[in-house]
Nanobody, 124 residues
Framework: QVQLVESGGGLAQPGESLRLSCAAS????????MGWFRQGPGKEREFVAT????????DYADSVKGRFTISRDNVKKRVYLQMNSLKPEDTAVYYC?????????????????WGQGTQVTVSS
């Protein structure tokens, strides 16, 4: 069992940065792949970024590639999403998720555990 709690969301102006954090509980965290998803107003939940169990492999949605960076600290049991050069279209509720499959995961169906989400609003 893994419990996830996101933090770090808020209001940012276009071009600014935010860093999301996801705190995990559970003994198996270091074996899980982790992902960030988001759901904008009136939109379906979409993949943002994924990181494998060791942190050695990452991948991103094309819409955020080059602007967002996912990382993890298995000692602290945390996953981070550094978001730079934010755009209004990045406005969404951002969710942290954990997959027992330790490799990269792109589909929400691969993730067994989810946080409650944190709101990110990008507006001038």
């Amino acid at each position: 069992q893994v419990q996830l709690v996101e933090s770090g969301g808020g209001l940012a102006q276009p071009g600014e940065s935010l860093r999301l954090s996801c705190a995990a509980s559970g003994r198996s965290f270091s074996t899980y792949a982790m992902g960030w998803f988001r759901q904008g107003p009136g939109k379906e939940r979409e993949f943002v970024a994924t990181i494998n169990w060791s942190g050695g492999r990452t991948d991103y949605a094309d819409s955020v590639k080059g602007r967002f960076t996912i990382s993890r600290d298995n000692v602290k049991k945390r996953v981070y999403l550094q978001m730079n050069s934010l755009k209004p279209e990045d406005t969404a509720v951002y969710y942290c998720a954990a997959s027992p499959n330790g490799g990269l995961g792109y589909s929400a169906y691969e993730y067994a555990y989810w946080g409650q989400g944190t709101q990110v609003t990008v507006s001038s």
